[in-house]
């Protein structure tokens, strides 16, 4: 009995593509990741006592029941090593950028004038870009002055 192809092969030839293996490689490697992050933070997620908590109230972690394991799957699929390679690709700009600043300059003398400006701005910059395009956050400072500020309550009247 003779069946028909339905199936021609130009159909499928988008599997052995070069975009299509990066893709796949991408999710797998983002669930393995995802996976074996899931498995290190299982004390975060179920803490062994409320005691512990109250002893170190800085290292719990209030939102960890509203974690779900299936809603991390998605980002781990397609955003999580597109954004920790741009991690590295921006850090080793940052240090190169620096490296090339600091040329000639003796590391026992502090860093002044137009070095000092643009190691701070490199960092500046960097970290602007690591906020933005890695961790998908928007940093803000305000500066307070002293008079602003009160520290009576831990250090005292006087």
């Not at 974690?67 to 590295?88: C, D, E, Q, S, T």
Request: proline share 4%; charged share 20%.
């Amino acid at each position: 009995m003779y069946l028909p192809n339905i199936f021609d092969e130009k159909d499928f030839r988008f599997l052995s593509s070069w975009w299509f293996i990066l893709l796949v490689l991408n999710a797998v490697v983002g669930i393995s990741m995802l996976e074996i992050t899931w498995k290190n933070v299982v004390r975060f997620r179920n803490p062994p006592s409320k005691e512990l908590n109250d002893l170190f109230p800085a290292f719990r972690r209030n939102d960890s029941i509203y974690w779900k394991k299936w809603k991390l799957y998605p980002g781990a699929m397609f955003l999580m090593v597109p954004r920790f390679l741009l991690l590295l690709v921006i850090l080793g700009l940052a240090v190169f950028f620096v490296k090339i600043f600091l040329i000639c300059h003796d590391s026992n003398k502090p860093l002044i004038g137009c070095r000092k400006f643009l190691v701070n701005s490199t960092f500046s910059i960097a970290g602007r870009l690591l906020g933005v395009f890695s961790f998908f956050t928007w940093h803000t400072y305000q500066y307070i002055g002293d008079n602003e500020v009160n520290y009576s309550e831990y250090l005292g009247h006087n």
